[in-house]
C-alpha cells in the first residue's frame, strides 16, 4: 500500500497527457477515467479534495425518478445505471433508503396517479438491481395508508391526505470517503493526486492556441513549479469562469456575469425514524412538463440526525464570497417548518448548516438581470442546470470568458450520482483528440475500498478471538463502512499494539485512523481530519473536548509545532461558529 505523500515532484518530469483542475467529484472522475485509459494525469486542487461545492451535498444518488416528471427518459436510464453503479462498485459506502411522497385528493397528487407513476418507474428501471449485493437491492414501490403515515410523519397536513407512495433511493453514508474514494482509485490507476495545489497562471501558445504550461503553487510548502500539459480540464464548478483570469492578460476576454443558486441544507435532532419524505413548500417548479404543483423539500434520517434540504435561491457574486448567513438559516426553517410543523423545526435546533452554488439555467438568468426575479428572490426552483455542460474549448470562443483553446475542456457537473458518466463524456472529447485511449474501462473499475467480499470473515480471522463478540462486532461495522477492502489494513495496525482496555482501544483506533488519514489519504491540516476524513465533524462542531482529543492525535501525525496546532485549533472552531453558537 503506497502513501500518498512520499512521491516528489522531479523537475524533468513534468510533462503530462492530462492536468486536471478541480478536485470535487468530477475532476476525482475525470482523473480516473482519464488514467485508466492510458493516459499520464496530473489531479490538482487548491484546497482539499471535496471541500468546496462536493461537500454541499445533499447525500443522495438519485435513481431518477425526478426525471419521470419531466419526461425526460434519458436521464432516468442513466441515472438507473449510474446508481447501479456505485451500489456495485463502492457499496461500503451506501445505504437503501425508503422516501415517502404524501398523496392528497383526486388530482395530479392522488394516489392513483403517483402509484402509477411508481409503477412505470419500476417497469423502466427492472435492471436496476443486476450485480448488486443483497443488501442494496432496491425494491418495487409500495403504498401506505393515512393511518400508517401519519405514524410515521405525524406532523403532515392531514387534510385531505389519503396515504403515500414509497419508492427507493440511495444515500451516501459519507460523501466525503466516497469522492476520497474515487480519488484513491484514480491514483492507483496511475495519476499523481495533489492537494493544497494552486493554478496560478495558464500559459497559452499563441501560435498553436494550446495551452503551453501551468503554474502551480504548493500552498503547504509555498513552492511554485511549471508543467506541461498536452490537454486540460477545467473541473472547477462554478469556478469554471474564473480559468479565463489566469490567461495572460493580452488574451483575456470580457469577465462574464453569472447567477447561482444557493442551496443550503441543515442537520437537526431526528424527525423521523427509517424514512425521508417530501414535503411541500409554497414555490413551483415551472420546469416540471407534469407538474404536481408546489415545490418540494426533503427530510431525510442522517445518521442519528436529520437533514433537512435545500433551499434554491438566488446568489450573485464570485463563488468565493459564498456563505450561509442567519437570514438563510431563518428563512429556510420557516418555510420548512410551515411544511412540517415539527416543533423539532426551529433554528435553536440546528445543529450544522452547510451547502454550495450551482450556475441557474441562462433563461432564468436573463430573468434575474432584468429584475423579475429580484422582488422575491425565489420562484420556486430557480431552474438551476438539470444536466452538466461540457464545453470543448476548441470549438467555441468567449464561452465563459475563456477564449478558443484547442487542448481545454471545461466541465460542470450537478450531482454526485452521474459523475462517472460524466466524466468518461468529457475523456470521449478527449478521445476524439487521439490523446487518450477510446475504451473506458471505469464501469467495470471498484473505487477504492469496493471489493467488499469477505471482508468481515477476515477481521474474524485477524481477531482470533482476541476481543469479546460485541465488541468485534463494532468495531468491524466501523471500519468496514468507512474503508471497506482496506479495514484490515487499519484492523492490523490496532491489534498489534494489543490494547487491554475498551479505553485504550478507542484510543487506538482514533490514533490509526488519523495516521491512516494523513498517511494515505493526503490529509494535511487538522480540518481535513475533523471534517472530512473522520466522521466526527461531519454532524456540526464536535465540542471542544473531543476536538482537542483529536487534535493532541493529529498534532503528532501531521508534524505540527505548537503555534502551528494553535492556530489550526483556531481555524476549525472559527469554521464552525456560525453552527456552534
Same mark, same amino acid.
Given at each position: 500500500?503506497?502513501?500518498?505523500?512520499?512521491?516528489?515532484?522531479?523537475?524533468?518530469?513534468?510533462?503530462?497527457?492530462?492536468?486536471?483542475?478541480?478536485?470535487?467529484?468530477?475532476?476525482?472522475?475525470?482523473?480516473?477515467?482519464?488514467?485508466?485509459?492510458?493516459?499520464?494525469?496530473?489531479?490538482?486542487?487548491?484546497?482539499?479534495?471535496?471541500?468546496?461545492?462536493?461537500?454541499?451535498?445533499?447525500?443522495?444518488?438519485?435513481?431518477?425518478?425526478?426525471?419521470? /416528471?419531466?419526461?425526460?427518459?434519458?436521464?432516468?436510464?442513466?441515472?438507473?445505471?449510474?446508481?447501479?453503479?456505485?451500489?456495485?462498485?463502492?457499496?461500503?459506502?451506501?445505504?437503501?433508503?425508503?422516501?415517502?411522497?404524501?398523496?392528497?385528493?383526486?388530482?395530479?397528487?392522488?394516489?392513483?396517479?403517483?402509484?402509477?407513476?411508481?409503477?412505470?418507474?419500476?417497469?423502466?428501471?427492472?435492471?436496476?438491481?443486476?450485480?448488486?449485493?443483497?443488501?442494496?437491492?432496491?425494491?418495487?414501490?409500495?403504498?401506505?395508508?393515512?393511518?400508517?403515515?401519519?405514524?410515521?410523519?405525524?406532523?403532515?397536513?392531514?387534510?385531505?391526505?389519503?396515504?403515500?407512495?414509497?419508492?427507493?433511493?440511495?444515500?451516501?453514508?459519507?460523501?466525503?470517503?466516497?469522492?476520497?474514494?474515487?480519488?484513491?482509485?484514480?491514483?492507483?490507476?496511475?495519476? @499523481?493526486?495533489?492537494?493544497?495545489?494552486?493554478?496560478?497562471?495558464?500559459?497559452?501558445?499563441?501560435?498553436?492556441?494550446?495551452?503551453?504550461?501551468?503554474?502551480?503553487?504548493?500552498?503547504?510548502?509555498?513552492?511554485?513549479?511549471?508543467?506541461?500539459?498536452?490537454?486540460?480540464?477545467?473541473?472547477?464548478?462554478?469556478?469554471?469562469?474564473?480559468?479565463?483570469?489566469?490567461?495572460?492578460?493580452?488574451? /483575456?476576454?470580457?469577465?462574464?456575469?453569472?447567477?447561482?443558486?444557493?442551496?443550503?441544507?441543515?442537520?437537526?435532532?431526528?424527525? @423521523?425514524?427509517?424514512?425521508?419524505?417530501?414535503?411541500?413548500?409554497?414555490?413551483?417548479?415551472?420546469?416540471?412538463?407534469?407538474?404536481?404543483?408546489?415545490?418540494?423539500?426533503?427530510?431525510?434520517?442522517?445518521?442519528?440526525?436529520?437533514?433537512?434540504?435545500?433551499?434554491?435561491?438566488?446568489?450573485?457574486?464570485?463563488?468565493?464570497?459564498?456563505?450561509?448567513?442567519?437570514?438563510?438559516?431563518?428563512?429556510?426553517?420557516?418555510?420548512?417548518?410551515?411544511?412540517?410543523?415539527?416543533?423539532?423545526?426551529?433554528?435553536?435546533?440546528?445543529?450544522?448548516?452547510?451547502?454550495?452554488?450551482?450556475?441557474?439555467?441562462?433563461?432564468?438568468?436573463?430573468?434575474?438581470?432584468?429584475?423579475?426575479?429580484?422582488?422575491?428572490?425565489?420562484?420556486?426552483?430557480?431552474?438551476?442546470?438539470?444536466?452538466?455542460?461540457?464545453?470543448?474549448?476548441?470549438?467555441?470562443?468567449?464561452?465563459?470568458?475563456?477564449?478558443? @483553446?484547442?487542448?481545454?475542456?471545461?466541465?460542470?457537473?450537478?450531482?454526485?450520482?452521474?459523475?462517472?458518466?460524466?466524466?468518461?463524456?468529457?475523456?470521449?472529447?478527449?478521445?476524439?483528440?487521439?490523446?487518450?485511449?477510446?475504451?473506458?474501462?471505469?464501469?467495470?473499475?471498484?473505487?477504492?475500498?469496493?471489493?467488499?467480499?469477505?471482508?468481515?470473515?477476515?477481521?474474524?480471522?485477524?481477531?482470533?478471538?482476541?476481543?469479546?463478540?460485541?465488541?468485534?462486532?463494532?468495531?468491524?461495522?466501523?471500519?468496514?463502512?468507512?474503508?471497506?477492502?482496506?479495514?484490515?489494513?487499519?484492523?492490523?495496525?490496532?491489534?498489534?499494539?494489543?490494547?487491554?482496555?475498551?479505553?485504550?482501544?478507542?484510543?487506538?483506533?482514533?490514533?490509526?485512523?488519523?495516521?491512516?488519514?494523513?498517511?494515505?489519504?493526503?490529509?494535511?491540516?487538522?480540518?481535513? @481530519?475533523?471534517?472530512?476524513?473522520?466522521?466526527?465533524?461531519?454532524?456540526?462542531?464536535?465540542?471542544?473536548?473531543?476536538?482537542?482529543?483529536?487534535?493532541?492525535?493529529?498534532?503528532?501525525?501531521?508534524?505540527?509545532?505548537?503555534?502551528?496546532?494553535?492556530?489550526?485549533?483556531?481555524?476549525?472552531?472559527?469554521?464552525?461558529?456560525?453552527?456552534?453558537?
Amino acid at each position: 500500500m503506497s502513501s500518498a505523500n512520499t512521491e516528489k515532484f522531479d523537475n524533468k518530469k513534468f510533462d503530462f497527457d492530462v492536468v486536471v483542475i478541480g478536485g470535487g467529484i468530477i475532476g476525482a472522475g475525470c482523473a480516473l477515467e482519464a488514467s485508466l485509459r492510458g493516459a499520464k494525469v496530473l489531479l490538482l486542487e487548491k484546497k482539499d479534495f471535496g471541500s468546496e461545492t462536493s461537500s454541499g451535498s445533499f447525500k443522495i444518488i438519485h435513481g431518477g425518478l425526478r426525471y419521470l /416528471q419531466h419526461l425526460d427518459f434519458r436521464r432516468l436510464k442513466e441515472s438507473v445505471d449510474a446508481q447501479r453503479y456505485l451500489r456495485s462498485k463502492a457499496p461500503h459506502l451506501l445505504k437503501t433508503l425508503p422516501f415517502i411522497v404524501p398523496c392528497y385528493g383526486k388530482g395530479k397528487k392522488s394516489k392513483l396517479l403517483l402509484d402509477l407513476a411508481c409503477t412505470a418507474y419500476d417497469y423502466l428501471s427492472k435492471d436496476r438491481n443486476n450485480g448488486v449485493k443483497q443488501d442494496l437491492q432496491l425494491p418495487n414501490h409500495t403504498i401506505l395508508k393515512k393511518e400508517e403515515l401519519l405514524k410515521i410523519a405525524p406532523h403532515l397536513n392531514p387534510n385531505k391526505l389519503t396515504g403515500g407512495v414509497v419508492f427507493y433511493d440511495c444515500q451516501m453514508t459519507n460523501p466525503d470517503r466516497l469522492l476520497l474514494s474515487v480519488v484513491r482509485a484514480a491514483e492507483d490507476a496511475g495519476a @499523481i493526486v495533489r492537494n493544497y495545489s494552486e493554478v496560478t497562471s495558464v500559459q497559452v501558445d499563441k501560435t498553436t492556441n494550446e495551452i503551453s504550461k501551468i503554474k502551480i503553487l504548493d500552498t503547504r510548502a509555498n513552492i511554485s513549479y511549471n508543467i506541461s500539459p498536452k490537454c486540460v480540464i477545467n473541473a472547477t464548478g462554478p469556478w469554471t469562469y474564473k480559468f479565463s483570469e489566469l490567461l495572460d492578460p493580452n488574451i /483575456q476576454l470580457e469577465k462574464p456575469t453569472l447567477s447561482y443558486s444557493k442551496g443550503v441544507q441543515v442537520i437537526i435532532p431526528k424527525l @423521523i425514524n427509517d424514512y425521508a419524505i417530501s414535503v411541500e413548500s409554497n414555490g413551483k417548479d415551472s420546469a416540471a412538463t407534469l407538474n404536481r404543483g408546489n415545490r418540494a423539500f426533503f427530510i431525510q434520517p442522517w445518521h442519528n440526525y436529520s437533514l433537512l434540504g435545500t433551499t434554491d435561491t438566488i446568489f450573485k457574486g464570485s463563488p468565493d464570497s459564498f456563505s450561509i448567513n442567519l437570514e438563510d438559516l431563518k428563512q429556510f426553517i420557516k418555510e420548512v417548518h410551515d411544511a412540517y410543523p415539527s416543533p423539532l423545526i426551529k433554528p435553536a435546533n440546528v445543529r450544522y448548516t452547510f451547502g454550495g452554488l450551482r450556475i441557474i439555467d441562462n433563461k432564468i438568468k436573463q430573468k434575474i438581470d432584468s429584475g423579475v426575479l429580484e422582488k422575491s428572490k425565489r420562484d420556486g426552483m430557480n431552474n438551476t442546470s438539470r444536466s452538466e455542460d461540457i464545453i470543448d474549448h476548441a470549438d467555441f470562443n468567449n464561452c465563459w470568458g475563456i477564449p478558443k @483553446i484547442k487542448n481545454l475542456v471545461s466541465v460542470i457537473g450537478i450531482k454526485y450520482t452521474t459523475f462517472r458518466n460524466v466524466s468518461e463524456t468529457v475523456c470521449d472529447i478527449l478521445s476524439k483528440k487521439k490523446l487518450l485511449s477510446e475504451k473506458s474501462l471505469s464501469k467495470d473499475t471498484y473505487l477504492r475500498g469496493g471489493q467488499t467480499e469477505n471482508v468481515s470473515e477476515i477481521l474474524k480471522k485477524e481477531a482470533l478471538g482476541y476481543f469479546p463478540q460485541d465488541m468485534l462486532d463494532n468495531i468491524t461495522k466501523d471500519l468496514l463502512s468507512n474503508y471497506g477492502s482496506d479495514a484490515p489494513f487499519l484492523f492490523r495496525k490496532i491489534i498489534e499494539k494489543k490494547p487491554k482496555t475498551e479505553e485504550e482501544l478507542s484510543f487506538l483506533i482514533e490514533q490509526t485512523k488519523i495516521n491512516y488519514a494523513v498517511n494515505f489519504e493526503y490529509a494535511k491540516t487538522l480540518s481535513d @481530519i475533523v471534517k472530512r476524513r473522520l466522521s466526527n465533524g461531519a454532524f456540526g462542531f464536535p465540542g471542544h473536548m473531543e476536538l482537542k482529543r483529536i487534535g493532541l492525535h493529529a498534532k503528532i501525525a501531521l508534524g505540527l509545532s505548537e503555534e502551528n496546532y494553535e492556530e489550526q485549533v483556531a481555524e476549525i472552531i472559527k469554521e464552525y461558529s456560525f453552527n456552534s453558537n
